[in-house]
């Protein structure tokens, strides 16, 4: 099946660096998506990494390791902004994304 | 711009009322999705559409229905609402050819009692 890790949530230090971690099983792959959600608001994207490696956006970076099924999202400089939920999701085969539950990120002053 | 809009933005809705949500986007992408996103659960696809005139089931499809006339609009509609379908639900939008990032709607905040 089909099958997306994330940590619930996770709590950082405004200016600090942070990394989520995503681990993911899907039947065949064209990418994967990361997106932000603040409380009560629609997801907005992120980054899109469909071959290995980094991208670099700004504050925030996405990697990509398809042999392992594992991606990352670093936010660096936080803000309290940043406090948000930050959902993983990768593209299947029939270009379907397949959602997990998302990490919910506390930044404290 | 625009974007992609959903209305209404919350609802109360009686239970064994049906009701539909409406989704228009200008954007025109070929792929419109209907996701409802629970408390501690991620966003679940109950119906997708990758162009005019055709649709197909998600993971959640069960009690409701979408129809695709046109390339703009994606219609979602609860013909007997029950409680379990309280949820907040999302419309989105991609161009799904070039596999990019799919736009969401505000989404909507149904409520059934």
């Known amino acids: 099946g089909q099958n997306i890790d994330q940590p619930t949530e996770m709590t950082a230090t405004e200016g600090a660096i942070v990394q989520i971690n995503c681990t993911y099983q899907?039947?065949?792959?064209?990418?994967l998506f990361w997106y932000q959600q603040h409380a009560g608001e629609a997801p907005t994207f992120l980054s899109y990494?469909?071959l290995d490696g980094l991208e670099e956006k700004g504050r925030f970076s996405s990697f990509l390791s398809r042999s392992k099924g594992y991606s990352y999202l670093l936010l660096k400089e936080l803000q309290m902004k940043d406090s948000a939920s930050y959902l993983c999701?990768?593209?299947?085969?029939?270009?379907?994304?397949?959602w997990g539950a998302g990490t919910k990120l506390i930044i404290k002053p | 711009t625009a974007g992609i809009t959903q209305a209404p933005t919350s609802q109360i809705l009686a239970a064994g009322r049906s009701m539909t949500l409406r989704c228009t986007q200008d954007?025109?992408?070929?792929?419109m999705y209907w996701y409802r996103q629970d408390l501690g659960l991620g966003l679940r696809l109950i119906h997708y559409?990758?162009?005019?005139?055709?649709?197909g089931k998600g993971e959640v499809p069960d009690g409701y229905s979408v129809s695709r006339a046109n390339t703009d609009d994606f219609p979602l509609t609860l013909a007997s609402a029950v409680p379990s379908q309280t949820s907040v639900y999302f419309c989105?939008?991609?161009?799904?050819?070039?596999?990019?990032?799919?736009?969401f709607g505000q989404g909507t905040r149904l409520t059934v009692v």
């Open positions: 990494n469909v």
């Open positions: 899907t039947s065949g792959f064209n990418g």
């Open positions: 999701a990768p593209m299947d085969s029939n270009y379907q994304l397949i």
């Open positions: 559409s990758n162009t005019a005139g055709t649709t």
């Open positions: 989105a939008s991609s161009d799904s050819e070039t596999g990019t990032e799919a736009f």
């Open positions: 954007m025109r992408h070929n792929a």
